[in-house]
């Protein structure tokens, strides 16, 4: 059993950073593929970044390429989403999940992810 706590959301102007932070505790969970999804009102839960347990592949949806970073503390059991040039459209409740035996496009899938994070509001003003 894997227990995921998020925080560090906020509200910030367009174009300001904001850094998630999602603390893991439980049986191995520095062996589990980390994510974050977000899910605007009225959306689905949509894919934002992964790591894998190794840290040695990084995925990202496109739309936060260049902006958004995932990064893991093995020591604190934790994972960051380090959020830059924020825009309006990436207002949402941010979850972080984690998931064991992943490989290629399952980073990108919900189902992947047995665990989740309680969620964290973040919203961007014009």
């Known amino acids: 059993q894997v227990q995921l706590v998020d925080s560090g959301g906020g509200l910030v102007q367009a174009g300001g950073s904001l850094r998630l932070s999602c603390a893991a505790s439980g049986r191995t969970s520095s062996s589990y593929a980390m994510g974050w999804f977000r899910q605007a009102p009225g959306k689905e839960r949509e894919f934002v970044a992964a790591?894998?347990?190794?840290?040695?592949?990084?995925y990202y949806q496109d739309s936060v390429k260049g902006r958004f970073t995932i990064s893991r503390d093995y020591t604190k059991k934790t994972v960051y989403l380090q959020m830059n040039s924020l825009k309006p459209e990436d207002t949402a409740v941010y979850y972080c999940?984690?998931?064991?035996?992943?490989?290629?496009?399952?980073?990108?899938?919900?189902?992947?992810?047995?665990?989740w994070g309680q969620g964290t509001q973040v919203t961007v003003s014009s």
């Open positions: 790591k894998s347990w190794s840290g040695g592949v990084t």
């Open positions: 999940a984690a998931g064991a035996g992943l490989s290629g496009s399952d980073y990108r899938l919900r189902s992947s992810y047995a665990y």
